[in-house]
């Protein structure tokens, strides 16, 4: 095992890590905002995903003539649009007629019915295996960078990771250092305080759903331009931010990116590495969605954080 | 005991035993096997999610580890169907098992999301792993003969007898249901309305959970099995989160806790994707679109039918008025009261000390009172005492044993008890059901010999309404047994909680602000109550603001203050101690007298009980 595989492993982990990070972050600052679990995100990334597709090349194969960066720039927006909307719209529409009535289960069952009617939908619209993307610059004319040992960095990967990176340090700022974020702050520490105060509590939580939704849809553009997507890709996206939130115990911004960047490594290590005396199913592509959120599942098992577990009274 | 809606069941089941006589059709019984093995499946989640309050989203995957382990046994290793099933189920309860040890603790939100995850892991291992489960395509076992057709027998014509199993199957599962509601029922709706509550009656909340995940998850792997040799192939979509959800939503539809509720809520959703597909005929779309539509029509009817289900929604009744009560309380036979003292203890909560080596010593059969301005430690100290906070130092000992912080239903197998500081209140519960939690609470008899209804459960539940009915009478709520928790008074609603924590039998009881809220006529009889319960023997430690109960009722006070133990003396001696006003008083020690009552603001922020609780005198 060379250092050039390992360095290729650590990278390209690191960039499906940020993807990861960006949607995990907006699942855990919508639980604490609202007590309330999105499952839906995934679906939301996968549907504007193929929104994305649908403007900037349309449905048959990618070609020249049909991708270019202007068109994708144009679908990219439109899709983002799309995203906050329907992110906002979950709250509004779906979500808040539960929350009201504090019904956990009727919450659990709406979101997770919206999941699947948007993956229906997909699978509906969409027939062919899996579809292709186009990139938003022309990384497939560049050259792979070499590591050695027959290791490979592909322009794309770091396209990836400094983009979800900058993404991520958007988020940052925007959560910490704008009136924005100091407000929605506020309402997840004390949702009754931040109303006594005169905070527009309804009107935050909305605006947060809608950026949380259009930033897990950039996270999703920025992941799967270039690549095969399925109808099936924002939901798998969608669970592994879920494990990688689960692993931060849902906490700060800054942890649960943290927690998604390792879980991408875990995930590239899993599928890349090969080691030595193993059967190879138990190291190989197979594991790429079962491995991460296996992993999740177990440390949250094994060690459950008090922002999960339940309080003795 | 006897309910005519059971005869009312099992005429039903009976009818519906006779439908293969007559209807020979092998697709028409397939496919009505079905319908009653999803049906078996959901009133498997009924269990834990229903009963017990865990909102699982793993079913359609315990379901898919029953169904995959039938197939390859069968289909690969060549197994006796049998057998196969028997053992395809046993891997799904292990499954179902180390899955809930590794969620009990969790927020029930989060039980959610960790068996959604578990669901899609399992149905991503299925696609993954295609050279063990077949891929897409599925394993094939082809409907295998059992029973009398497996040795040449056919006693009807059609396809083996997959249909009259799976009606046993849920006969059998109705059975269980219904002995299971009879004899642990309390404790369930403990545990799902209240956890924190039916924690501190003693009431193992996280076995509870275990054993209810485990239950439906090897109903749901029983369900998946034989599924798939009903179909005759293991296919991967027909498992998994899909089914999952599909199933959440049918218990969830048909109203949780029911034992109707999964046939309601799967009558429901049948209709509603036969209206979908109808729908979907019409504009002339194929069947894969059928199901977005379907799920948008169940979203739709949650939102527009709210989430209380179809069966709760045909029983509500006009609610009762509320009534009081107001009678002596009954006496209580003889109890041999514990010694509880409890050395140094220091317990902080992050930086803050919340008690800085506190030490109390109640003698059996007295009365101890707990006073002390706000955050001075009191309660803290008290769930220290019923083994809800682990001390970072310090012993409690009863009658001179060291008790481990192993957690409240420990305690009260140990005979400690405790009330929580807000009153708990089971709106349609009726007050015995509420109080027989507390009783089942510290029952030997688990969750299976209920179920099975043994003749060791069937005393132990003969007991169980004894007690209650006991407890209920020695708080004075005699007459009151069998009309819901919702239409007591605040008051009665309140004495309801000692008698909870009564039912068991505690040697030592906690009381935590009991008279929170209360008029002078309900002081009195809270003051009766305690006394009496003192008199026959029990120790009662009581945190109490209300120095006026805590003269009547107190035979020694320990006085706290900013976590230490400031004063400790008979009621009278701490009420002169000067460290005592000037802790209570900060210098107005004068007016102590007039201010029999301190203001206590709310320790849970904003509406609900706790703020109503408040009083200034």
Redesign the interface.
């Known amino acids: 095992m060379s250092v050039g595989l390992v360095v290729q492993v650590v990278v390209s982990g690191l960039a499906a890590g940020a993807v990861y990070g960006l949607v995990a972050i907006g699942f855990s600052l919508v639980w604490r905002l609202t007590s309330v679990l999105q499952f839906a995100y995934g679906s939301i990334v996968g549907g504007s995903v193929f929104l994305t597709l649908v403007i900037a090349a349309g449905t048959g194969p990618v070609t020249a003539s049909n991708a270019s960066t202007a068109r994708f720039v144009l679908a990219a927006f439109v899709a983002l649009i799309a995203g906050a909307a329907a992110g906002a719209a979950m709250y509004l529409v779906v979500l808040r007629p539960f929350i009201r009535r504090g019904s956990m289960l009727g919450w659990i069952g709406a979101t997770v019915a919206v999941a699947l009617a948007i993956e229906g939908a997909l699978a509906a619209s969409f027939p062919r295996e899996s579809y292709v993307l186009p990139d938003p610059l022309p990384f497939s004319r560049w050259r792979p960078i070499s590591l050695g040992g027959g290791a490979t960095l592909p322009p794309r990967t770091l396209w990836v990771l400094g983009a979800g990176l900058l993404l991520a340090a958007l988020a940052g700022y925007v959560l910490t250092r704008t009136r924005f974020g100091v407000a929605v702050s506020a309402v997840s520490s004390e949702p009754l305080g931040a109303q006594v105060v005169g905070l527009p509590v309804d009107r935050l939580i909305t605006a947060a759903f809608a950026v949380t939704g259009a930033l897990a849809v950039a996270a999703g553009i920025v992941g799967t331009s270039g690549g095969p997507v399925t109808t099936g890709t924002g939901l798998s996206l969608g669970l592994k931010a879920i494990a990688a939130a689960l692993l931060a115990g849902l906490g700060a911004p800054g942890r649960v990116f943290r927690a998604a960047l390792l879980l991408g490594v875990f995930e590239a290590a899993i599928v890349g590495l090969h080691v030595p005396g193993l059967p190879s199913l138990a190291f190989g592509p197979a594991w790429r969605d079962v491995g991460p959120i296996v992993l999740g599942l177990v440390v949250v098992a094994l060690r459950n954080t008090s922002l999960l577990r339940e309080p003795v009274e | 005991m006897r309910d005519v809606r059971d005869d009312v069941l099992a005429l039903a089941v009976a009818v519906a035993a006779t439908i293969p006589l007559f209807v020979h059709r092998g697709d028409v019984l397939t496919e009505g096997a079905k319908i009653l093995l999803l049906l078996l499946a959901a009133m498997g989640l009924n269990i834990a999610?229903g009963y017990a309050g865990s909102?699982s989203?793993g079913q359609g995957g315990f379901a898919a580890v029953g169904a995959y382990g039938v197939a390859i046994l069968v289909g690969k290793d060549g197994w006796d169907p049998v057998a196969a099933v028997l053992a395809a189920t046993a891997i799904a309860a292990v499954v179902a098992w180390a899955v809930a040890?590794?969620?009990a603790?969790?927020?029930?939100?989060?039980v959610?999301?960790?068996t959604?995850?578990?669901a899609?892991?399992v149905a991503?291992?299925i696609?993954?792993?295609p050279a063990l489960t077949g891929g897409d395509r599925g394993i094939p076992v082809g409907q295998p003969a059992l029973g009398l057709r497996s040795i040449g027998v056919h006693v009807r014509p059609g396809p083996p007898a997959y249909f009259e199993i799976a009606l046993a199957a849920v006969a059998g599962g109705l059975v269980l249901h219904t002995n299971l509601i009879r004899r642990a029922g309390a404790a369930l709706a403990a545990v799902r309305t209240d956890?924190?509550?039916a924690?501190?009656a003693g009431v193992p909340v996280e076995a509870v959970r275990i054993r209810s995940l485990t239950a439906a998850g090897a109903i749901g792997g029983l369900a998946g099995a034989l599924l798939v040799l009903n179909a005759g192939v293991a296919d991967p979509s027909s498992y998994g989160?899909?089914l999952s959800?599909k199933l959440?939503?049918v218990v969830?539809l048909g109203g949780?806790a029911r034992r109707l509720g999964p046939a309601a809520g799967l009558v429901a959703v049948l209709a509603i994707s036969a209206l979908a597909a109808g729908a979907a005929h019409v504009f002339g779309?194929?069947a894969?679109?059928v199901?977005?539509i379907a799920?948008?029509a169940?979203?739709g009817s949650?939102?527009l039918f709210?989430?209380d289900g179809l069966i709760p929604s045909l029983e509500r009744r006009a609610r009762p008025s509320p009534r009081s009560f107001d009678a002596a309380p009954a006496s209580i036979p003889t109890v041999h009261g514990g010694a509880v003292r409890a050395d140094g203890i220091r317990v902080s909560f992050g930086g803050v000390v919340a008690l800085a080596g506190c030490s109390i010593d109640a003698a059996p059969g007295t009365c101890h009172a707990i006073v002390g301005p706000n955050g001075s430690g009191k309660t803290t100290l008290l769930?220290v005492l019923g083994g809800?906070?682990a001390p970072d130092s310090g012993t409690v000992r009863l009658d001179g044993f060291a008790l481990t912080p192993a957690?409240?239903h420990r305690r009260a197998r140990d005979g400690i008890v405790r009330t929580?500081q807000r009153t708990v209140v089971q709106e349609r519960t009726s007050t015995i059901d509420f109080v027989a939690a507390g009783v089942e609470a510290t029952q030997a008899s688990a969750f299976a010999y209920a179920a099975l209804a043994t003749p060791g459960s069937r005393a132990e539940r003969a007991l169980t309404v004894r007690r209650a009915r006991r407890a209920i009478g020695a708080v004075g709520l005699e007459g009151a047994e069998s009309i819901p928790m919702g239409s007591l008074n605040s008051a009665d609603q309140r004495l309801l909680q000692i008698a909870r924590a009564i039912a068991s039998g505690p040697r030592v009881l906690l009381l935590d602000e009991p008279s929170a809220g209360f008029g002078r006529a309900a002081e009195r009889r809270l003051i009766d109550v305690v006394t009496m319960l003192r008199d026959r023997g029990m120790t009662v430690i009581v945190v109490e603001h209300n120095l006026r109960v805590v003269r009547q009722v107190a035979d020694r006070v320990s006085v706290l203050d900013a976590g230490t133990l400031i004063a400790e003396g008979t009621p009278v001696e701490v009420e002169r101690d000067p460290a005592v006003q000037a802790a209570y008083l900060g210098g107005f020690a004068d007016s102590m007298a007039a201010r029999a009552t301190m203001a206590r603001p709310s320790r849970r922020?904003?509406a609900g009980p706790g703020a109503r609780r408040t009083r200034r005198v």
């Open positions: 999610m909102p989203l040890v590794g969620v603790r969790l927020r029930p939100p989060f959610a999301l960790t959604w995850l578990f899609w892991a991503f291992a696609g993954a792993f956890a924190s509550a924690r501190a989160p899909l959800v959440f939503v969830l949780v779309s194929s894969t679109d199901e977005p799920a948008a169940v979203l949650l939102l709210g989430t769930r809800a906070v957690g409240p929580l922020g904003g």
